[in-house]
Each structure stands twice: as C-alpha cells, then as structure tokens.
C-alpha cells in the first residue's frame, strides 16, 4: 500500500514562503510522476507541478518562476518550495503519486496567504 504523508502547510504573509513535503512510502523514482496539486474553496482541483521519473519538471502558468518541485532520493521525499506567495495561492494542496498502474493521494496540507 502506498502512503504520502504531507506536511509544511501554514498560514502565511504575502510575499512570503514555505516548503511542503511529501513523504512516501516507497521508492518514488519508480512512479512515473510525482506531482502536488491544489484545491482552492470552491473550485476544482488543479495541477501545480510534476516532476517525472526522469527528472523533467513542469508547472502551471500561475507558479511559473515562484515554485519549485524537487525530490530527495535518499528520504523519499518530494518538496514543493512555494515563494513570493500570493493570497490566490491560498488552497489545501496535495501530494500524487503516478505508479502505474493508480495515482496516489495524500491527505492535503492547508496553505493560507493572508495578512
């Protein structure tokens, strides 16, 4: 069974940052993507980024230039590095796993930019 476990949500200024991370429970380098998702009040969940099995990174036109995706081979472990946050990036965000042949979810992590 897989597990992603995310955690680095928070309530936070604009202008400011944090970092979620996702913990799983198996070799991610053998999912053909990782990626984090978000779900804003009211609205259907998006992709923000992947990052596939090959290193290739992708992002959602919004975060272009302020997020960053990254993994960690030894901790399993995938990061969302989120700057210059702005209050519309205000969301629960969610962790996926691509492993053929299902995608995995984690729990959500609230994140919320405001002053």
């Known amino acids: 069974q897989v597990q992603l476990v995310e955690s680095g949500g928070g309530l936070v200024q604009p202008g400011g940052s944090l970092r979620l991370s996702c913990a799983a429970s198996?070799?991610?380098?053998?999912?053909?993507?990782m990626g984090w998702y978000r779900q804003a009040p009211g609205k259907e969940r998006e992709l923000v980024a992947t990052?596939?099995?090959?290193?290739?990174?992708n992002y959602v036109d919004s975060v272009k230039g302020r997020y960053t995706i990254s993994r960690d081979k030894a901790k399993n472990t995938v990061y969302l590095q989120m700057n210059s946050l702005k209050p519309e990036d205000t969301a629960v965000y969610y962790c996926n796993a691509d492993i053929f042949p299902k995608a995995y979810w984690g729990q959500g992590t609230q994140v919320t930019v405001s002053s």
């Open positions: 198996v070799n991610i380098f053998s999912a053909n993507a």
């Open positions: 990052i596939t099995s090959d290193g290739t990174t």
